[in-house]
């Protein structure tokens, strides 16, 4: 008669509630886009490209705006008192 294979029920729980997310990860590593392909698909509609476009436009105001607070901008502190 072989002996029995006892496993701890602390370990069991662990096992059963981990396997859902390592199976996910394995689906998601093998099946996600790159941010390369994912950024061509954005880009193929016009619609998205135009989106994008306005996204970096008001990214690149933001940044010239904050740089110009620390720079103590003497223009820049006169539109914020308005």
């Given at each position: 008669?072989?002996?029995?294979?006892?496993?701890?029920?602390?370990?069991?729980?662990?096992?059963?509630?981990?396997?859902?997310?390592?199976?996910?990860?394995?689906?998601?590593?093998?099946?996600?886009?790159?941010?390369?392909?994912?950024?061509?698909?954005?880009?193929?509609?016009?619609?998205?490209?135009?989106?994008?476009?306005?996204?970096?436009?008001?990214?690149?105001?933001?940044?010239?705006?904050?740089?110009?607070?620390?720079?103590g901008?003497?223009?820049?502190?006169?539109?914020?008192?308005?």
């Amino acid at each position: 008669m072989a002996p029995r294979i006892r496993i701890p029920a602390h370990v069991f729980g662990y096992t059963l509630a981990t396997v859902p997310a390592i199976a996910y990860a394995m689906y998601w590593k093998k099946n996600h886009k790159s941010d390369e392909e994912f950024e061509k698909m954005l880009l193929e509609s016009s619609r998205n490209k135009s989106l994008i476009d306005g996204s970096r436009d008001k990214k690149q105001n933001m940044v010239s705006f904050f740089d110009a607070m620390k720079d103590g901008d003497p223009e820049q502190e006169a539109r914020m008192n308005q």
